[in-house]
């Protein structure tokens, strides 16, 4: 609920939020107040994907990235990765691929938001890597290092297809998400194909997304029911599984196999149709009167025989 | 006993001269609104011939009627199981083309159209799409004259005829042809009230006519294929079907219906019946070869009076059964033994009966060796390609009719499920009837000879006289014998009528505004 209040509009929250801190911590300098705002942002935003002086994650480590990139080009890439990547962006380009080509949201927020957080990244970046993790609460820091057991994969499942509720009641992944697994049929079409989803991000960024998504439709979702540790364990260990045993499961295919089928169920059934119909009045009464007539429209000799005798 | 009263109507084809204008009057009454164009309650079509709709009795193509189930009988096409599965398509459904596609013509083209080197054509254009079509089709295509190959040779009735003795009728010498005007039968058994999925049509209590209830049709047109004679038709814009309702809003004013008022060969009759409806099901589950015995037998005679006293407790107004000792109808179907109803084996027990034509059999048609004329021949010019003798001349009294050149085989397939005799015994007591008067008014025939012919047949004179009379003098009131409806009755279904006491008139009026 704490984040959850945040998210209603973020913009309006962290301008309350800067109000109440600048009312509470009156006395506290300028730039100690920018590094509270930055490090809200980062907690309920970045943190899904990246850490400061703790190794990549899904996305690359943040130390001292306003040493190594500038202002501006950090303020645009949060907003419109994608479109930097289009237009060729050599920097962003390499990063890109260097992280299995995977995709940054871009981030609705406002650039001073966004140089908040540089401020507190470089802050933090100051210090030391123990003072950092006090200050971060990571919620990915449990994930991964635990032993997959066979219960948390059958839960994990149950959770996925939404066959067990998710405690917060939010919906189930199935409603988005597919997996190709021999067991989860007809998964959604509208997010990500989560089949290795484990291997190209890891099991902490995995969790990290379950715990606190970063995409905006996602986010918008889970905004008041947010996955509880145990129950992104749980998905994660199935997630994992399923990309373990992925190479030999039946292929998930909407393709060309899904529209043969149709027409042959389709053919089959007017097959049977004419079966049961099969004595059915077909044709008119009529038909040997019809055939002896000249039809003008049909008929090619009609109109030049006219045309002819016209011109004579 | 449960007797009721059933208004019938006779159609005397040998008077009958095919002008098809009881069909136009019907068509300008009831058939001519959007939808009910290719409609015809009533038509005239041309014997031998495919008729209207082409076939349509071939009940092997449109499964109409009812078939014989061990000792009762079941529906051909529909009924409970068989109407159930195929309530969603009707497979043996008529089409527009079975029919004809109603046209019109572009009229205003004619007096419209911009000057040109030609004469300028009014197109015909579908009443269904509106587009220009090709006629492909009428009510009377090919009809006429025994009509075309096409038409003609198709008849369903030629079945039962060997191929020579189809080929003979088709000659031109002995081309023969009647007509027959079809309205709806207002059967005693009805398929169609009986095929109905939503229970829309019903038979009237006091006069038998069958009506399809607009308000409760669902269009599932089970009786268009029901109906073995074709007589219910859909209405493709309302969505509803429709029938001959024998005219009752004219009958009920006392007025003739339609066709009966505008015949030109005063063909019809229209009178009451009284039948005893507890043998309905007995009778339409006989034999086939009792069925008409049987049907005319269940009609029961209104002077008895036993058959008066069951008619009254079922309701019938003493009006309608002394209309029924007067009924023209009644005499020809069940006194003078002279009508027979049109394709009984449908098993519907039709009500309306037809007085079979003796106008086509009165020449013979005998098969004799020709092979002494072939010799005095040439090849070249002429031979015989028959051996068939076209004979007008009788010896014995009854020989036109036995060697007739209409076969009674085709008559007898049409009017008495197969049986020669009873068309021939009809056929017999008119010719009877003819020589009798032929003795009476030229005098070419001997009185000896007139007497023998009545008696052979079982006719008296007077009965002759009676014959003679309400075929070629009857008038009007003869002819048409059905009381006006009971308004008072009608009123007292509603309301009581005391309610008014005081008031004006019958019926839901407003009470009379009085000076203050």
Redesign the interface.
């Given at each position: 609920m704490r984040y959850g209040l945040f998210q209603i509009n973020r913009n309006l929250v962290s301008r309350i939020g800067f109000l109440v801190l600048l009312i509470i911590t009156g006395g506290f300098s300028f730039s100690g107040i920018a590094g509270e705002s930055g490090k809200a942002v980062f907690q309920q935003t970045c943190v899904a994907c990246h850490t400061i002086g703790e190794g990549r994650l899904v996305g690359p480590d943040l130390k001292g990235i306003s040493q190594r990139r500038s202002k501006a080009w950090i303020v645009q890439f949060v907003k419109e990765s994608q479109k930097m990547i289009k237009n060729g962006d050599p920097e962003a380009v390499a990063v890109f691929q260097d992280y299995n080509k995977l995709i940054m949201p871009d981030q609705n927020l406002t650039s001073g938001q966004i140089e908040d957080v540089i401020q507190f990244i470089k802050e933090v970046s100051g210090t030391t890597g123990l003072e950092s993790k006090a200050k971060i609460s990571h919620s990915s820091d449990t994930a991964g290092s635990k032993n997959i057991s066979k219960e948390d994969i059958a839960k994990g499942q149950k959770l996925f297809q939404g066959t067990l509720r998710l405690k917060s009641k939010g919906a189930a992944c199935i409603s988005c998400h597919s997996v190709r697994h021999d067991s989860v049929v007809s998964g959604g079409a509208l997010a990500k194909e989560l089949t290795t989803s484990v291997s190209t991000m890891g099991s902490a960024g995995v969790k990290a997304m379950i715990s606190n998504p970063p995409f905006p439709v996602m986010k918008a979702a889970y905004k008041d029911a947010v996955v509880q540790s145990d129950e992104a364990d749980a998905l994660v260990a199935f997630l994992t599984h399923v990309d373990q045993i992925h190479e030999t499961q039946q292929p998930v295919s909407y393709g060309i196999k899904l529209a043969l089928s149709g027409l042959t169920g389709f053919a089959l059934l007017l097959g049977l149709f004419s079966l049961i119909?099969i004595?059915?009045?077909v044709k008119?009464?009529?038909t040997?009167?019809?055939n002896?007539?000249v039809?003008?429209?049909s008929d090619p000799h009609y109109f030049k025989r006219y045309d002819h005798h016209?011109n004579d | 006993m449960n007797v009721r009263s059933q208004v019938s109507m006779l159609f005397h084809l040998d008077k009958c001269i095919g002008c098809h204008t009881c069909s136009v009057a019907c068509k300008n009454i009831w058939t001519d609104r959007k939808g009910s164009e290719y409609m015809w309650w009533n038509n005239v079509e041309t014997k031998p011939g495919t008729g209207y709709p082409g076939k349509w009795e071939d009940q092997e193509i449109y499964k109409g009627g009812w078939q014989k189930k061990g000792d009762g009988i079941e529906l051909k096409g529909a009924g409970k199981k068989r109407g159930l599965v195929n309530i969603f398509h009707n497979p043996n459904m008529p089409n527009i083309d079975d029919y004809y596609e109603p046209f019109t013509y572009k009229y205003l083209d004619l007096i419209e159209s911009p000057e040109g080197h030609d004469q300028p054509t009014a197109r015909p254009v579908s009443l269904i799409t509106g587009k220009p079509i090709d006629i492909k089709m009428g009510p009377n295509w090919d009809d006429d004259l025994s009509g075309s190959p096409d038409y003609a040779r198709n008849d369903p009735n030629l079945k039962e005829l060997s191929p020579a003795e189809q080929e003979a009728m088709f000659q031109l010498e002995r081309m023969a042809f009647y007509y027959l005007p079809r309205i709806c039968n207002h059967c005693l058994n009805p398929a169609c009230v009986a095929a109905c999925p939503s229970g829309a049509i019903y038979k009237r209590g006091e006069d038998g006519v069958v009506l399809i209830n607009q308000d409760v049709c669902r269009a599932w047109r089970m009786c268009v294929t029901a109906c073995p004679y074709k007589k219910t038709y859909y209405n493709w814009h309302t969505g509803k079907s429709e029938k001959c309702i024998l005219c009752y809003p004219r009958i009920e004013a006392g007025l003739a219906p339609a066709c009966m008022h505008s015949c030109v060969g005063r063909i019809r009759y229209l009178g009451v019946m009284l039948y005893d409806a507890d043998r309905i099901h007995e009778v339409a589950s006989c034999d086939e070869s009792a069925l008409v015995k049987q049907q005319i037998d269940m009609i029961m005679d209104p002077f008895d009076s036993e058959v008066i006293a069951s008619a009254k407790a079922n309701g019938v107004t003493d009006s309608t059964i002394k209309a029924a000792q007067y009924s023209p109808t009644y005499k020809f179907v069940k006194e003078w033994n002279l009508a027979l109803p049109l394709h009984p084996e449908y098993r519907t027990l039709p009500m309306l009966f037809y007085v079979p034509p003796l106008l086509p059999v009165m020449a013979s048609m005998r098969e004799i060796n020709q092979d002494d004329q072939k010799e005095k021949l040439s090849s070249v010019s002429k031979k015989w390609d028959d051996n068939w003798l076209y004979d007008t001349s009788t010896e014995e009294l009854w020989g036109s009719i036995e060697q007739a050149r209409f076969p009674l085989k085709y008559l007898a397939s049409l009017f008495s499920a197969g049986d020669e005799e009873k068309v021939k015994d009809r056929l017999k007591k008119m010719m009877a009837v003819r020589i009798y008067r032929r003795w009476k008014t030229v005098g070419d025939v001997t009185e000896e000879k007139a007497k023998h012919a009545l008696r052979d047949v079982g006719l008296s004179t007077k009965m002759a006289d009676d014959i003679y009379y309400l075929t070629a003098l009857a008038k009007f009131e003869d002819r048409f014998v059905i009381p006006p409806a009971h308004r008072e009755e009608a009123v007292e279904l509603l309301e009581f009528t005391g309610d008014h006491k005081g008031e004006v008139g019958f019926g839901p009026s407003k009470s009379v505004q009085r000076g203050s």
């Amino acid at each position: 609920m704490r984040y959850g209040l945040f998210q209603i509009n973020r913009n309006l929250v962290s301008r309350i939020g800067f109000l109440v801190l600048l009312i509470i911590t009156g006395g506290f300098s300028f730039s100690g107040i920018a590094g509270e705002s930055g490090k809200a942002v980062f907690q309920q935003t970045c943190v899904a994907c990246h850490t400061i002086g703790e190794g990549r994650l899904v996305g690359p480590d943040l130390k001292g990235i306003s040493q190594r990139r500038s202002k501006a080009w950090i303020v645009q890439f949060v907003k419109e990765s994608q479109k930097m990547i289009k237009n060729g962006d050599p920097e962003a380009v390499a990063v890109f691929q260097d992280y299995n080509k995977l995709i940054m949201p871009d981030q609705n927020l406002t650039s001073g938001q966004i140089e908040d957080v540089i401020q507190f990244i470089k802050e933090v970046s100051g210090t030391t890597g123990l003072e950092s993790k006090a200050k971060i609460s990571h919620s990915s820091d449990t994930a991964g290092s635990k032993n997959i057991s066979k219960e948390d994969i059958a839960k994990g499942q149950k959770l996925f297809q939404g066959t067990l509720r998710l405690k917060s009641k939010g919906a189930a992944c199935i409603s988005c998400h597919s997996v190709r697994h021999d067991s989860v049929v007809s998964g959604g079409a509208l997010a990500k194909e989560l089949t290795t989803s484990v291997s190209t991000m890891g099991s902490a960024g995995v969790k990290a997304m379950i715990s606190n998504p970063p995409f905006p439709v996602m986010k918008a979702a889970y905004k008041d029911a947010v996955v509880q540790s145990d129950e992104a364990d749980a998905l994660v260990a199935f997630l994992t599984h399923v990309d373990q045993i992925h190479e030999t499961q039946q292929p998930v295919s909407y393709g060309i196999k899904l529209a043969l089928s149709g027409l042959t169920g389709f053919a089959l059934l007017l097959g049977l149709f004419s079966l049961i119909w099969i004595r059915r009045k077909v044709k008119t009464v009529n038909t040997s009167v019809f055939n002896r007539q000249v039809k003008s429209e049909s008929d090619p000799h009609y109109f030049k025989r006219y045309d002819h005798h016209h011109n004579d | 006993m449960n007797v009721r009263s059933q208004v019938s109507m006779l159609f005397h084809l040998d008077k009958c001269i095919g002008c098809h204008t009881c069909s136009v009057a019907c068509k300008n009454i009831w058939t001519d609104r959007k939808g009910s164009e290719y409609m015809w309650w009533n038509n005239v079509e041309t014997k031998p011939g495919t008729g209207y709709p082409g076939k349509w009795e071939d009940q092997e193509i449109y499964k109409g009627g009812w078939q014989k189930k061990g000792d009762g009988i079941e529906l051909k096409g529909a009924g409970k199981k068989r109407g159930l599965v195929n309530i969603f398509h009707n497979p043996n459904m008529p089409n527009i083309d079975d029919y004809y596609e109603p046209f019109t013509y572009k009229y205003l083209d004619l007096i419209e159209s911009p000057e040109g080197h030609d004469q300028p054509t009014a197109r015909p254009v579908s009443l269904i799409t509106g587009k220009p079509i090709d006629i492909k089709m009428g009510p009377n295509w090919d009809d006429d004259l025994s009509g075309s190959p096409d038409y003609a040779r198709n008849d369903p009735n030629l079945k039962e005829l060997s191929p020579a003795e189809q080929e003979a009728m088709f000659q031109l010498e002995r081309m023969a042809f009647y007509y027959l005007p079809r309205i709806c039968n207002h059967c005693l058994n009805p398929a169609c009230v009986a095929a109905c999925p939503s229970g829309a049509i019903y038979k009237r209590g006091e006069d038998g006519v069958v009506l399809i209830n607009q308000d409760v049709c669902r269009a599932w047109r089970m009786c268009v294929t029901a109906c073995p004679y074709k007589k219910t038709y859909y209405n493709w814009h309302t969505g509803k079907s429709e029938k001959c309702i024998l005219c009752y809003p004219r009958i009920e004013a006392g007025l003739a219906p339609a066709c009966m008022h505008s015949c030109v060969g005063r063909i019809r009759y229209l009178g009451v019946m009284l039948y005893d409806a507890d043998r309905i099901h007995e009778v339409a589950s006989c034999d086939e070869s009792a069925l008409v015995k049987q049907q005319i037998d269940m009609i029961m005679d209104p002077f008895d009076s036993e058959v008066i006293a069951s008619a009254k407790a079922n309701g019938v107004t003493d009006s309608t059964i002394k209309a029924a000792q007067y009924s023209p109808t009644y005499k020809f179907v069940k006194e003078w033994n002279l009508a027979l109803p049109l394709h009984p084996e449908y098993r519907t027990l039709p009500m309306l009966f037809y007085v079979p034509p003796l106008l086509p059999v009165m020449a013979s048609m005998r098969e004799i060796n020709q092979d002494d004329q072939k010799e005095k021949l040439s090849s070249v010019s002429k031979k015989w390609d028959d051996n068939w003798l076209y004979d007008t001349s009788t010896e014995e009294l009854w020989g036109s009719i036995e060697q007739a050149r209409f076969p009674l085989k085709y008559l007898a397939s049409l009017f008495s499920a197969g049986d020669e005799e009873k068309v021939k015994d009809r056929l017999k007591k008119m010719m009877a009837v003819r020589i009798y008067r032929r003795w009476k008014t030229v005098g070419d025939v001997t009185e000896e000879k007139a007497k023998h012919a009545l008696r052979d047949v079982g006719l008296s004179t007077k009965m002759a006289d009676d014959i003679y009379y309400l075929t070629a003098l009857a008038k009007f009131e003869d002819r048409f014998v059905i009381p006006p409806a009971h308004r008072e009755e009608a009123v007292e279904l509603l309301e009581f009528t005391g309610d008014h006491k005081g008031e004006v008139g019958f019926g839901p009026s407003k009470s009379v505004q009085r000076g203050s």
